[in-house]
C-alpha cells in the first residue's frame, strides 16, 4: 500500500498530457535542458580565472572623501 504500482503512474502520466498537451511537455523539456546548461556553464566559468575568462581582475580601491549620509561604526565580538 506504500508504493505506486505501475498503473498509478501511467494514469498519473496520462492526467498531465491530458491537462499540459505533448509540445507544451516537449517545450517544458527543452527549456529545462537548456537552464540546466546554461547553469552547468555559469557554474564553469565562474571558477575559471578572471585571465582565462577574457576579462581583466578587478581592484577594490577605497576613495578618502566621505560620503555624510554615510556612518561610520566598529564591529564588536561578543565576549
Known amino acids: 500500500m506504500g508504493t505506486f504500482s505501475i498503473w498509478h503512474w501511467l494514469i498519473v502520466l496520462l492526467v498531465v498530457v491530458l491537462i499540459f498537451g505533448t509540445k507544451k511537455l516537449k517545450n517544458l523539456g527543452?527549456?529545462?535542458?537548456?537552464?540546466?546548461?546554461?547553469?552547468?556553464?555559469?557554474?564553469?566559468?565562474?571558477?575559471?580565472?578572471?585571465?582565462?575568462?577574457?576579462?581583466?581582475?578587478?581592484?577594490?580601491?577605497?576613495?578618502?572623501?566621505?560620503?555624510p549620509n554615510t556612518v561610520d561604526v566598529e564591529a564588536k565580538t561578543k565576549s
Request: net charge negative.
Open 30 to 67: 527543452s527549456d529545462l535542458g537548456q537552464a540546466v546548461k546554461g547553469f552547468k556553464d555559469g557554474v564553469k566559468g565562474g571558477m575559471d580565472s578572471p585571465e582565462e575568462a577574457g576579462g581583466s581582475p578587478q581592484q577594490v580601491t577605497t576613495s578618502k572623501t566621505r560620503d
